[in-house]
């Protein structure tokens, strides 16, 4: 979304979406949206869920410490 010039706040505006929804879509990277709001986002903006669900092999993360 950072790449889109889109805020937390602007998503939660366009979308409708409650404000607890909203910017958790944008703040954390383990949340996987109901079919609901990936409906949503794709009739505001046009995004397939591929555009913002991915999968990152563990082995592939970085370990904090």
Known sequence: M???G???YRLWKDTGFNRETAYRLYDDPDYIPS???MEKLWE???WQPAQ???CIP???LVKAG
């Open 35 to 37: 079919k609901t709001i």
């Open 44 to 46: 505001i903006y046009r």
């Open 6 to 8: 889109l805020s937390r």
């Open 52 to 54: 913002y669900i991915i």
């Open 2 to 4: 950072d790449a889109r």
């Open 58 to 60: 563990e082995e592939m």
